[in-house]
């Protein structure tokens, strides 16, 4: 099990959990791009309801490829996205991993969504990729 504890960019969200890691990816997705402002979003699956929350957070409702509904809760008073619960994967929670108070550990094993990745983006490294998500 890891001890993840995090928060906001001005703490008034704040989490934490002791849980295992699922899976720890890179998502290339365009709404991703869009909702962090940046190349991609590096995400942290872990199992749904094994994380407390501290601090009001707002839900923006968006919608996966798969057509379901996919939740991305954020700050309301910094805008930080924090994490996000797809309809399409009922058993994950997926947090943003640039969240955590520890980012030391972090290790994408792997990238989604590949084919809405920016054309001047390389990441070397060995993660398996592959073009769709986990039909989220």
Not at 74 to 93: H, V
Request: with cysteine; charged share 20%; hydrophobic share 30%.
């Amino acid at each position: 099990m890891t001890k993840l504890v995090g928060g906001c960019l001005c703490n008034n969200v704040r989490y934490c959990t002791d849980t295992d890691v699922v899976l720890t990816v890179i998502c290339h997705c365009k709404n991703c791009q869009k909702q962090n402002g940046s190349a991609f979003s590096t995400n942290i699956a872990i199992g749904r309801g094994t994380i407390q929350f501290e601090g009001e957070l707002a839900c923006y409702e968006d919608v996966g490829d798969s057509g379901k509904k996919l939740n991305r809760y954020f700050c309301p008073n910094c805008g930080a996205g924090i994490y996000s619960e797809p309809e399409a994967i009922p058993d994950l929670t997926i947090l943003k991993a640039g969240t955590l108070d520890d980012t030391s550990w972090v290790n994408p094993t792997m990238e989604i969504y590949c084919d809405s990745s920016q054309s001047w983006l390389t990441l070397d490294n060995e993660m398996k990729k592959c073009s769709a998500a986990m039909e989220a």
